[in-house]
């Protein structure tokens, strides 16, 4: 019985890992996303294993994020506006995240989800992605070839728009490859994950900092200027991560600033690497990184003042002839400035109840809100599992817990041989 709860455990903790590259594959009828057809299918069981454990550790803030679910089903159902039956999408996608949520609540984190074992697939996926945009760029600048792996024939009907760039790894006239994602912000947006547990987790592996530096190499061949910034700053405040500071480690830091700012300052001088920084700091509407979100902003605030308040629907999103909207307008637009102010509410109350590396994954969670395209339901399932799993009572339970059963230090309780 205990092979199965833990068989099920590992494979529930790296289906939640694998979500944001299932979800680019629509099952044989067409009808959803693997990622979430498997999370339907695995919802009863989860449900029924969570209904009777209702644990109070890292609950701190969860009403905020049932009031959000509460205010983004009242924009579909009451004063949304949708064309083409998207009300049933917005609601599929609501249903999805309220079942996370679910698991979150009823203590599902220590009971069928691993975050150990989800951080792991996280991270292994992301050192063979960044193998892979290796291979790619070698096979592009050594004999002008480019190898797709993303399987299109079954990609999404959402992401049949990527196609043309799958099969080149060519957009905007500048080599982009991506491995087997559908283009490189989307491996950045996993892979900072990747960086942050490897970086700042509680359980070290076995050369995270070698590990670490691979994959920010294949984020900057990726040319993903967000990626590269904030892999960079996850890299720059894990030499700051210890305020007890003495000479050796200033040393150290110093040292590592130094080589870090001579590494930045050799591959600068790479044409892949110019067109990722100019990617973030000049281009045009059509070329910048930065251009099309601040102008699709301005759809939001030329909006009625009643849409700016509640939103237009959850995940509504205005007409722009320059398809690329972050996180941050998505919301606006979808929910408004209250649907805004509850889900900042919710990451604050989060961010005062984290350990350090949860700390840091809320502030990455914000930073690419603002700066990507954040506000898909899987990646905000995907980023929520791993901020709940780094709260400071989960983590000294769970973890604890464990450290205590490798060293073959239980004990047994009198009332009922609980470990201690």
Avoid at 16 to 35: F, H, K, T, V
Avoid at 143 to 159: E, K, Q, R
């Amino acid at each position: 019985m205990t092979n199965t709860k833990v068989t099920f455990k590992i494979v529930y903790s790296i289906l939640i890992a694998m979500l944001p590259i299932l979800s680019i594959y629509r099952d044989p009828l067409n009808i959803a996303e693997w990622g979430t057809i498997l999370l339907l299918l695995f919802s009863p069981y989860i449900l029924l294993k969570c209904w009777n454990y209702r644990s109070k550790i890292g609950k701190k803030g969860y009403i905020y994020l049932v009031v959000f679910l509460i205010d983004a089903a009242a924009s579909i159902y009451i004063w949304g506006k949708y064309t083409n039956n998207y009300s049933s999408t917005a609601s599929l996608a609501l249903l999805i995240m309220a079942y996370i949520l679910i698991i979150n609540l009823y203590g599902g984190l220590g009971r069928v989800f691993d975050y150990t074992i989800a951080a792991r697939a996280v991270q292994i996926v992301s050192l063979f992605n960044a193998t892979l945009i290796i291979i790619q760029a070698l096979l592009h600048y050594l004999f002008n070839s480019y190898a797709n792996i993303v399987v299109t024939s079954w990609l999404v009907s959402d992401a049949e728009h990527y196609k043309t760039y799958l099969y080149s790894g060519i957009t905007n006239g500048s080599f982009r490859p991506a491995g087997f994602f559908l283009e490189p912000s989307h491996f950045a947006l996993f892979a900072i994950v990747a960086l942050v547990t490897l970086l700042f987790s509680p359980n070290k592996v076995h050369g995270y900092l070698a590990k670490s530096l691979f994959i920010i190499f294949g984020i900057v061949l990726s040319t993903s200027g967000i990626g590269i910034s904030m892999a960079f700053t996850i890299l720059l405040l894990s030499l700051f991560r210890n305020n007890k500071l003495s000479i050796k480690k200033v040393t150290k830091i110093f040292f590592g600033i130094f080589g870090l700012a001579l590494i930045i300052f050799v591959v600068s001088q790479f044409d892949v690497i110019k067109f990722a920084v100019d990617r973030v700091f000049t281009g045009d509407i059509r070329t910048s990184a930065v251009y099309p979100r601040i102008y699709n902003m301005l759809f939001f605030f030329d909006a009625p003042m009643n849409i700016q308040l509640l939103g237009n629907g959850f995940l509504t999103f205005p007409v722009s002839y320059y398809s690329y909207y972050n996180g941050a307008i998505k919301l606006l637009y979808g929910q408004g400035y209250i649907g805004m102010a509850i889900l900042l509410l919710f990451l604050i109350v989060r961010y005062r109840n984290s350990i350090g590396a949860g700390k840091l994954l809320i502030f990455c969670f914000a930073v690419l809100f603002v700066a990507a395209e954040m506000y898909s339901t899987i990646y905000l399932c995907f980023y929520l599992m791993f901020i709940c799993s780094l709260d400071a009572g989960y983590v000294n339970h769970f973890f604890s817990q464990r450290i205590l059963v490798n060293e073959g230090m239980c004990k047994e309780n009198s009332k009922g041989g609980n470990i201690i």
